[in-house]
Nanobody, 131 residues
Framework: VQLQASGGGLVQAGGSLKLSCATS????????IGWLRQAPGKEREGVSC????????YYADSVKGRFTISSDRSKNTVYLVMNNLKPDDTAVYYC?????????????????????????WGKGTLVTVSS
């Protein structure tokens, strides 16, 4: 399983970024793909996820109305469009995948470590939002 995240960068508050998670090595349609973020001194947070099996999505309250997740089966890629970015969105964003996680459970699962957390992780991409 490989997850390659890209699209991070430096943006001013109010700006937008689009993160991409290119995947390979597994049956894309069977997995839930999720983005979680980790900022220094803050708890890990499950930001958003999408089930490629049924299309259900999850958004953390902190990003609802600003972030949109989507999935392109032709490219085995998941996107996270982030609008109206705030300094509090500054973090390393990780793309993760798990065959057995329902979107409704992602917010909790994303905070767990080891075998109880998401099964597969990619390297993170840094998002920095300046005020």
């Amino acid at each position: 399983v490989q997850l390659q995240a890209s699209g991070g960068g430096l943006v001013q508050a109010g700006g937008s970024l689009k993160l991409s998670c290119a995947t390979s090595g597994f049956t894309f349609d069977d997995y839930t793909i999720g983005w979680l973020r980790q900022a220094p001194g803050k708890e890990r947070e499950g930001v958003s996820c999408i089930s490629n099996n049924n299309g259900q999505t999850y958004y953390a309250d902190s990003v609802k109305g600003r972030f949109t997740i989507s999935s392109d089966r032709s490219k085995n890629t998941v996107y996270l469009v982030m609008n109206n970015l705030k300094p509090d969105d500054t973090a390393v964003y990780y793309c993760t995948a798990d065959e057995n996680v329902r979107p409704s459970a992602f917010g909790h699962i994303a905070t767990l470590r080891g075998k109880y957390g998401m099964d597969h992780w990619g390297k993170g991409t840094l998002v920095t939002v300046s005020s």
